[in-house]
Nanobody, 123 residues
Framework: QVQLVESGGGLVQPGGSLTLSCAAS?????????MGWFRQSPGKGREFVAA????????TYADAVRGRFTASRDNAKNMIFLNLNDVRSEDTAVYYC???????????????WGQGTQVTVST
């Protein structure tokens, strides 16, 4: 079983920065899981944002966030992070972390999800 808990969401002004965290409790060593970030805006489907491979050496980003967002992980603390920089109104969404032992990057079909954290970009 895997439990994922996101935190760090909130209200941020356009052009600002925010850091999201995801704490994991896993059946197998945390370092055996590929981790990902997804988001869902009102009226839209859930979409891929970023992913970090098991060791942290591999990182993948959606075109919409590449160069602005940075994903990372700390295997010693069982956590992953998403640094959001230069945020835009279109980044407003609920952000979810996801875990997958077999697939990189994690897909929408992955079994393990957190409950999500709201990010709102507004003046």
């Amino acid at each position: 079983q895997v439990q994922l808990v996101e935190s760090g969401g909130g209200l941020v002004q356009p052009g600002g920065s925010l850091t999201l965290s995801c704490a994991a409790s896993t059946q197998y060593p945390f370092s055996s899981y590929n981790m990902g970030w997804f988001r869902q805006s009102p009226g839209k489907g859930r979409e891929f944002v970023a992913a970090v491979s098991r060791t942290g050496a591999g990182k993948t980003y959606a075109d919409a966030v590449r160069g602005r967002f940075t994903a990372s992980r700390d295997n010693a603390k069982n956590m992953i992070f998403l640094n959001l920089n230069d945020v835009r109104s279109e980044d407003t969404a609920v952000y979810y972390c996801a875990a997958d032992r077999n697939t990189y990057p994690p897909k929408l079909t992955t079994e393990y999800w957190g409950q999500g954290t709201q990010v709102t970009v507004s003046t």
